[in-house]
């Protein structure tokens, strides 16, 4: 049960770590779109 948990938990980080990171790739893409107009 420990381990169901445990891997769920990394899991979900890296999940969050991939959403964080392309959030920030699209927020500097977004604004470097915005820059050239």
């Known amino acids: ?3 169901v ?4 938990n990394a ?3 890296n999940y ?3 959403v964080v990171r ?3 790739v699209q927020q ?3 604004a470097a779109i915005s820059d050239k107009h």
């Open 28 to 30: 500097v893409t977004f």
């Open 5 to 8: 948990i445990f891997t769920f």
């Open 1 to 3: 049960m420990i381990f």
């Open 22 to 24: 392309e959030t920030r």
């Open 16 to 18: 969050m770590t991939f």
């Open 11 to 13: 899991g979900f980080n």
